[in-house]
T-cell receptor
Framework: GAVVSQHPSWVICKSGTSVKIECRSLDFQATTMFWYRQFPKQSLMLMATSNEGSKATYEQGVEKDKFLINHASLTLSTLTVTSAHPEDSSFYIC???????????FGNGTRLTVT | GQQVMQIPQYQHVQEGEDFTTYCNSSTTLSNIQWYKQRPGGHPVFLIQLVKSGEVKKQKRLTFQFGEAKKNSSLHITATQTTDVGTYFCAGRVSGNTGKLIFGQGTTLQVKP
């Protein structure tokens, strides 16, 4: 149980375009989802906390207008990287948990390459 | 801000040797979790420690949570090649969302 699906697994886009990444909890409802970014051989950096039905909470230094988060239902959160640039190339991973005390369950991640 | 420091960053061991990674938080944690990420994969939950001084074992893996709930360790006895990967500790921050702060991770390489 507690499966999180993330799509797409990888995407290559041109500089200036926008990319949408979907994160779904398949067998549980998640009022909160978390978006992380991971550079090669580095740790997971929390970007934002996605809250169902309300605005996302962004971590310090993360641009809200650059990384748009929409959590429209209890099973879906999306991250849109707007006007992507090569420095946005990274591994983006979402996570969710069935309850407050549960551990995080991660999606498979999305490897974004901006050319 | 809140930080979780993890050392070492890398560890190369001969198969059969033991391995330990350490985490230290700047603040008291409500709990600590450990994850393993294989190369090219996503983090997978290993265990959660909640109580002060708690020790849990999973086969060859031993996890400890410090008395002050600010540090933790993961010890692997007699490493195997299947243990290869990056091990992350993650501290739970008290609050409504329960967000986790991840350590930098320790990448383990095991030579057969």
């Amino acid at each position: 149980g507690a499966v999180v699906s993330q799509h797409p697994s990888w995407v290559i886009c041109k500089s200036g375009t926008s990319v949408k990444i979907e994160c779904r909890s398949l067998d549980f409802q998640a009022t909160t989802m978390f978006w992380y970014r991971q550079f090669p051989k580095q740790s997971l950096m929390l970007m934002a906390t996605s809250n169902e039905g309300s605005k996302a909470t962004y971590e310090q230094g993360v641009e809200k207008d650059k990384f748009l988060i929409n959590h429209a239902s209890l099973t879906l959160s999306t991250l849109t990287v707007t006007s992507a640039h090569p420095e946005d190339s990274s591994f983006y991973i979402c996570s969710a948990k069935p309850s407050y005390e549960s551990p995080l369950h991660f999606g498979n991640g999305t490897r974004l390459t901006v050319t | 801000g809140q930080q979780v420091m993890q050392i070492p960053q890398y560890q190369h061991v001969q198969e059969g040797e033991d391995f330990t990674t350490y985490c230290n938080s700047s603040t008291t944690l409500s709990n600590i979790q450990w994850y393993k990420q294989r190369p090219g994969g996503h983090p997978v939950f290993l265990i959660q420690l909640v109580k002060s001084g708690e020790v849990k074992k999973q086969k060859r893996l031993t996890f400890q949570f410090g008395e002050a709930k600010k540090n933790s360790s993961l010890h692997i006895t007699a490493t195997q090649t299947t243990d290869v990967g990056t091990y992350f500790c993650a501290g739970r921050v008290s609050g409504n969302t329960g967000k986790l702060i991840f350590g930098q991770g320790t990448t383990l390489q095991v030579k057969p």
